[in-house]
Nanobody
Framework: VQLQASGGGLVQDGGSLRLSCAAS????????LAWFRQAPGKEREFVAA????????YYAEFVRGRFTISKDRAKNTMYLQMNSLKSEDTAEYFC????????????????????WGPGTQVTVSS
């Protein structure tokens, strides 16, 4: 599985960005794509996840109401619309893939994901 994230950039406080993650490389059936982020000196943290063949969506509490995850199943692509960005959202954002059946508590664990793509940098200036 290959994952390619895009859409990062520099934005002012309160601005918006839309990240994309396209999956390729094998036949896909039931799988989950997720966004994680990592700021310098900090651990990688869960942002949001979506089940590509179903309706399950998971969010970290700190992004609820500001970020929206969505998908285009035909394109094997997920999106993260990020609104009301804050300086603390500055990080490298990674997409990850798993075929495991996850629930709310396990979807946020990096160890549950088998494939990771290169990150895309998001910088929010205050």
């Amino acid at each position: 599985v290959q994952l390619q994230a895009s859409g990062g950039g520099l934005v002012q406080d309160g601005g918006s960005l839309r990240l994309s993650c396209a999956a390729s490389g094998r036949a896909f059936s039931n799988y989950i794509l997720a966004w994680f982020r990592q700021a310098p000196g900090k651990e990688r943290e869960f942002v949001a996840a979506i089940k590509m063949s179903g309706g399950s969506i998971y969010y970290a509490e700190f992004v609820r109401g500001r970020f929206t995850i969505s998908k285009d199943r035909a394109k094997n692509t997920m999106y993260l619309q990020m609104n009301s960005l804050k300086s603390e959202d500055t990080a490298e954002y990674f997409c990850a893939w798993t075929s495991r059946g996850l629930i709310t508590t396990t979807a946020r664990l990096p160890s549950m994901y088998d494939y990771w793509g290169p990150g895309t940098q998001v910088t929010v200036s205050s």
